[in-house]
């Protein structure tokens, strides 16, 4: 019997991937637990491994297929003493359509064709004819999703047309309804209200690009990552209320003890030759600071969910990593109970793999906070976007030279600000002011860090 290989989820957020590369071709046999693909996600690239043994009757995506959904088809394995030329025609067929259809919507479309006018308006759904009733009861195919929205926004799935397979109503079936106007499910009794005013909506591609002359850009696809890090900001935005509050940290005494910890530290003998056991960074220290913090004030260290409050009984902090084409968090865990010499060697170690997309889901998902530290640009101060679940986010400028009042004289120290970032629902500004001033205290006596 021809066993079919899917599309696998790699992640719990996972909804498509890009199939880079496949590792075997048709005819090749496969046991389990061989590689045979790698998958691109928005944040890593990961290898596939085979769950099953038999031949590779089939590949029915192609490597470079861009936006595979997840559980679609993606080749056909024949079982042992099977045909594989019957298994690829009995295992590939009825799931050959939309695999097809998985990798054609992955195609870029150019822009002029895939933006609808700015002036042109959906077009109201027309009501589908009352079904006939017979004995065996008729109903509505649609979708979860169609059903979901219209249920929200008071429409009748059973009155909107639907244009997906047999009739079947989508998503854009529904939306098309509710923007026409149309297909509203009468409240028995109700008094007919007015319209609400619909919800302002964003420029359209077309209209964006009438505002510049023909010729004057390019067109860059967006990737997975972009497109996550945009759905996710834009849900963070929408849905936390966001709240700032910033200190300036005295750098002197940290800086001083980063050097000597430094220079104390031992050698060891690489490929490179003798080399320091670890190099602390500033950064290092602000993600001790930050976890020993949330440590002393544990009432900050939650998430914010509608049934109840989550209360993290470690630190695990989060750290902006710059990659190309966007930015990944991956997780310290438990910062709180490492030592500076071990967050700093992990963090190395995390960022390089970060870079190459080779982190496995579980080393940036989750966490309770996280750090953005843009001071090594030069950045004096900036307030950034909390990642959900988090509830906080610590933003890191530059330390910098400026003039301090100490008993009524002008003396220059080293000094940095820093914006945490809050959820309200979850931390409230007194909360939050204590955070920050347990968090002042280990940079501006960081010995502390220490014990």
């Known amino acids: 019997m021809p066993i ?10 996972m909804e498509e991937g890009n199939l880079a590369k496949w ?19 928005d944040k890593a690239t990961m290898e596939v491994e085979a769950v099953d043994e038999g031949t590779v009757a089939k590949i029915v995506v192609p490597a470079g297929t861009e936006g595979v959904k997840v559980n679609a088809l993606i080749a056909v394995l024949a079982g042992e003493g099977e045909d594989a030329g019957a298994a690829a025609k009995a295992g590939g067929a009825p799931a050959e359509k939309p695999a097809a259809a998985a990798a054609e919507a992955a195609k870029p479309v150019p822009a002029a064709q895939d ?14 004819p009352a079904p006939a009733a017979n004995g065996a009861g008729d109903r509505v195919f649609a979708s979860p999703l169609a059903r979901r929205i219209a249920k929200d926004a008071g429409v009748d799935v059973a009155a909107v047309k639907g244009t997906g397979p047999h009739g079947r109503v989508v998503k854009a079936d529904v939306e098309a309804a509710i923007a026409g106007g149309g297909a509203k499910a009468p409240a028995a009794g109700a008094a007919p209200q ?10 359209s591609d077309d209209a964006v690009l009438k505002l510049f002359e023909a010729g004057s850009y390019d067109l860059v696809p967006h990737d997975n990552m972009r497109k996550t890090i945009a759905r996710r900001l834009v849900e963070a935005k929408s849905t936390i209320p966001h709240f700032y509050l910033t200190v300036d940290c005295e750098l002197d005494a940290l800086l001083a003890l980063r050097k000597q910890l430094n220079d104390a530290a031992p050698t060891r003998k690489t490929e490179k030759g003798d080399q320091p056991a670890y ?26 969910t509608d049934a109840a409050m989550v209360q993290h009984k470690h630190s695990d ?23 500076l010499s071990a967050i700093s060697n992990e963090m190395k170690d995390l960022a390089a793999r970060a870079k190459g997309r080779k982190l496995k889901p579980e ?17 004096k101060d900036f307030a950034a976007v909390i990642n959900p679940p988090h509830a906080t986010i610590l933003a890191v400028g530059a330390g910098e030279e400026r003039a301090v009042v100490r008993n009524g004289e002008i003396k220059v120290a080293n000094v940095m600000s820093v914006t945490l970032s ?7 500004g007194a909360l939050g002011a204590e955070l920050l001033q347990a968090f002042k205290r280990y940079i501006e006596s960081p010995m502390g860090m220490l014990v």
């Open 4 to 13: 079919n290989i899917t599309m696998p989820a790699l992640s719990p957020t």
């Open 23 to 41: 590792l075997v071709k048709e005819g090749d046999h496969v046991s389990p637990g061989d590689v045979i693909a790698e998958i691109e996600t």
């Open 115 to 128: 933006a609808k006018p700015a002036d042109v308006k959906p077009e109201p759904a027309k009501a589908a």
């Open 194 to 203: 007015p319209a609400a005013a619909a919800a302002p909506k964003p420029m």
């Open 279 to 304: 190099k602390l960074s500033v950064n290092d220290l602000v993600i001790k600071a930050l976890a020993l913090a949330l440590r002393d004030v544990p009432a900050a260290n939650v998430s914010w």
């Open 317 to 339: 902090v989060g750290v902006a990593v710059s990659i190309p084409g966007g930015l990944i968090t991956p997780i310290v865990r438990r910062a709180e109970e490492k030592s």
């Open 363 to 379: 080393e940036y998902q989750g966490g309770t906070t996280a750090v953005s530290n843009l001071g090594m640009f030069g950045v």
């Open 422 to 428: 809050t959820d309200h629902r979850a931390v409230d």
